[in-house]
């Protein structure tokens, strides 16, 4: 941990010891739009289609109003038990914990650190899915549209691990800035790809079927798949709105003045109105482009195949911000597993020790043996498990069910009427609660089609297979 010592400078620390952190709303910004578009908008097409174009823009807008809203909620709880003048909470947890305690900090615990690797894994899988798109790509340009190009993602998931390994041994989140700003440059090139590619493919005039409601019923899909995929269709729009989990740790880069919870609230709406932006024009042009034929993943299901080089850029852009977006992710986890060794063993040097390295061109590098050891287990679980379970789609799905509810709405709901001492059945209490609910029941459905799907998937899916 970075304290103060005799001898520095107070002026160069903040109000809780630690070096004073420089965050703007700008920097802040960049982190969300990094979080939040990720491999979520590459489905947004295929979500689009089961849902059609009365649902499917409506699920989109709602889901961004509500994260927001969440969102604001959740920034008020940084500090306590004044949002502006009262003790830092560094993590989601210690938020939760001194907001509600008890038994919900478990909840909490299982809910975020279940999510965050479960975003590893999918990260993982989508950015191998996009690098193998690069080689399918060129392998179908050389050869012909129905050449057999396959592939396995394997070798592509070993690569993405390696790169994960070495910029894991960044220590914390705050040296992690260029990294968002390089990921959200991309997240936008990617985006603006993929919407050039359905425009374009609209342009050409050939003739897709949209309806209003979707994929129908006998003619695309039988009367259970409709609704199965309808959840799971609202399950990917949850997951692309997934940062939550991460809002705390973005929110304790910010520097204290003006408040934090002000500035983080400019830069959530920043954030998520840019990507809202975004999606309601890849999911609808997407829809437009393909129609109830969406692939499940619209930029590496070649819809598109021309030109290739085009399509190479988008998936490189995928990739490269997806590993920057990994990071963001993986970090709680790690400082979680940090903090606990530490405290755990307290004067091991094995874990404490901090050793000083001299690189070429970087000066000297701070290397703990316990950090190195450990992040880069982590990492090579997290690929060797996406080898097991590639799959985009289901995953995403069953991701985006499982965190939306407890940790965008139930917590910070939660903790707002703590904070502010909500009387119990008064008009806001209610419709909190009432808005809590149906999240509720939204998720527990989306995350059962998911897992309908996955074992469809599962039972008929050979690991390690050539795609």
């Given at each position: 941990?970075?304290?103060?010592?005799?001898?520095?400078?107070?002026?160069?620390?903040?109000?809780?010891?630690?070096?004073?952190?420089?965050?703007?709303?700008?920097?802040?910004?960049?982190?969300?739009?990094?979080?939040?578009?990720?491999?979520?908008?590459?489905?947004?097409?295929?979500?689009?289609?089961?849902?059609?174009?009365?649902?499917?823009?409506?699920?989109?807008?709602?889901?961004?109003?509500?994260?927001?809203?969440?969102?604001?909620?959740?920034?008020?709880?940084?500090?306590?038990?004044?949002?502006?003048?009262?003790?830092?909470?560094?993590?989601?947890?210690?938020?939760?914990?001194?907001?509600?305690?008890?038994?919900?900090?478990?909840?909490?615990?299982?809910?975020?650190?279940?999510?965050?690797?479960?975003?590893?894994?999918?990260?993982?899988?989508?950015?191998?899915?996009?690098?193998?798109?690069?080689?399918?790509?060129?392998?179908?340009?050389?050869?012909?549209?129905?050449?057999?190009?396959?592939?396995?993602?394997?070798?592509?998931?070993?690569?993405?691990?390696?790169?994960?390994?070495?910029?894991?041994?960044?220590?914390?989140?705050?040296?992690?800035?260029?990294?968002?700003?390089?990921?959200?440059?991309?997240?936008?090139?990617?985006?603006?790809?993929?919407?050039?590619?359905?425009?374009?493919?609209?342009?050409?005039?050939?003739?897709?079927?949209?309806?209003?409601?979707?994929?129908?019923?006998?003619?695309?899909?039988?009367?259970?798949?409709?609704?199965?995929?309808?959840?799971?269709?609202?399950?990917?729009?949850?997951?692309?709105?997934?940062?939550?989990?991460?809002?705390?740790?973005?929110?304790?880069?910010?520097?204290?003045?003006?408040?934090?919870?002000?500035?983080?609230?400019?830069?959530?709406?920043?954030?998520?109105?840019?990507?809202t932006f975004f999606y309601m024009l890849c999911g609808t042009l997407g829809y437009a482009a393909f129609g109830n034929d969406a692939p499940g993943n619209f930029l590496t299901g070649f819809g598109f195949y021309e030109p290739f080089w085009l399509i190479d850029?988008?998936?490189?852009?995928?990739?490269?911000?997806?590993?920057?977006?990994?990071?963001?992710?993986?970090?709680?986890?790690?400082?979680?597993?940090?903090?606990?060794?530490?405290?755990?063993?307290?004067?091991?040097?094995?874990?404490?020790?901090?050793?000083?390295?001299?690189l070429p061109f970087n000066g000297v590098y701070s290397v703990n043996y316990f950090r190195l050891v450990w992040r880069t287990s982590y990492v090579i679980l997290m690929a060797v498990v996406a080898m097991i379970f590639p799959f985009f789609n289901e995953i995403?799905?069953?991701?985006?069910?499982?965190?939306?509810?407890?940790?965008?709405?139930?917590?910070?709901?939660?903790?707002?009427?703590?904070?502010?001492?909500?009387?119990?059945?008064?008009?806001?209490?209610?419709?909190?609660?009432?808005?809590?609910?149906?999240?509720?029941?939204?998720?527990?459905?989306?995350?059962?089609?998911?897992?309908?799907?996955?074992?469809?998937?599962?039972?008929?899916?050979?690991?390690?297979?050539?795609?």
């Amino acid at each position: 941990m970075e304290t103060t010592a005799p001898g520095y400078d107070r002026n160069e620390f903040d109000d809780d010891g630690k070096v004073k952190r420089t965050g703007t709303v700008w920097t802040a910004s960049a982190h969300i739009i990094t979080a939040v578009i990720g491999s979520g908008v590459l489905s947004l097409a295929w979500a689009n289609a089961q849902l059609g174009w009365v649902a499917g823009p409506f699920a989109l807008f709602a889901f961004s109003l509500i994260t927001w809203f969440m969102s604001t909620l959740l920034a008020d709880c940084y500090r306590s038990p004044d949002p502006v003048t009262g003790k830092r909470n560094y993590t989601y947890m210690e938020v939760v914990r001194a907001s509600l305690g008890g038994y919900k900090v478990k909840l909490c615990g299982i809910a975020q650190y279940g999510n965050l690797i479960g975003i590893s894994i999918g990260y993982t899988i989508t950015a191998s899915i996009s690098m193998v798109a690069v080689h399918k790509s060129n392998c179908f340009h050389k050869l012909g549209h129905h050449a057999k190009c396959s592939t396995s993602a394997a070798p592509f998931m070993i690569i993405f691990a390696c790169f994960q390994i070495v910029l894991s041994q960044i220590p914390n989140f705050h040296k992690l800035w260029f990294l968002s700003i390089i990921a959200a440059i991309m997240s936008f090139a990617y985006s603006s790809i993929g919407l050039g590619l359905s425009i374009a493919r609209i342009s050409e005039g050939n003739p897709v079927r949209t309806t209003l409601s979707g994929v129908t019923v006998g003619v695309d899909v039988s009367a259970g798949e409709k609704v199965w995929r309808t959840f799971q269709a609202l399950g990917d729009i949850a997951f692309a709105y997934a940062f939550s989990t991460v809002l705390v740790e973005i929110q304790d880069t910010l520097k204290s003045s003006p408040p934090e919870n002000q500035v983080m609230k400019r830069a959530t709406l920043i954030g998520v109105s840019t990507t809202t932006f975004f999606y309601m024009l890849c999911g609808t042009l997407g829809y437009a482009a393909f129609g109830n034929d969406a692939p499940g993943n619209f930029l590496t299901g070649f819809g598109f195949y021309e030109p290739f080089w085009l399509i190479d850029v988008a998936n490189l852009a995928i990739a490269i911000h997806l590993i920057g977006a990994y990071q963001v992710f993986c970090q709680p986890v790690y400082q979680f597993v940090e903090k606990w060794a530490r405290g755990r063993w307290p004067h091991s040097g094995f874990v404490r020790n901090e050793h000083a390295v001299r690189l070429p061109f970087n000066g000297v590098y701070s290397v703990n043996y316990f950090r190195l050891v450990w992040r880069t287990s982590y990492v090579i679980l997290m690929a060797v498990v996406a080898m097991i379970f590639p799959f985009f789609n289901e995953i995403v799905g069953l991701l985006g069910a499982c965190a939306f509810w407890p940790l965008t709405v139930y917590f910070p709901v939660e903790m707002y009427m703590a904070h502010r001492k909500i009387p119990r059945y008064s008009g806001t209490w209610i419709w909190l609660k009432v808005l809590s609910g149906v999240c509720f029941v939204v998720s527990v459905f989306a995350a059962v089609a998911s897992v309908q799907g996955l074992v469809q998937e599962v039972t008929t899916y050979k690991p390690f297979k050539t795609t």
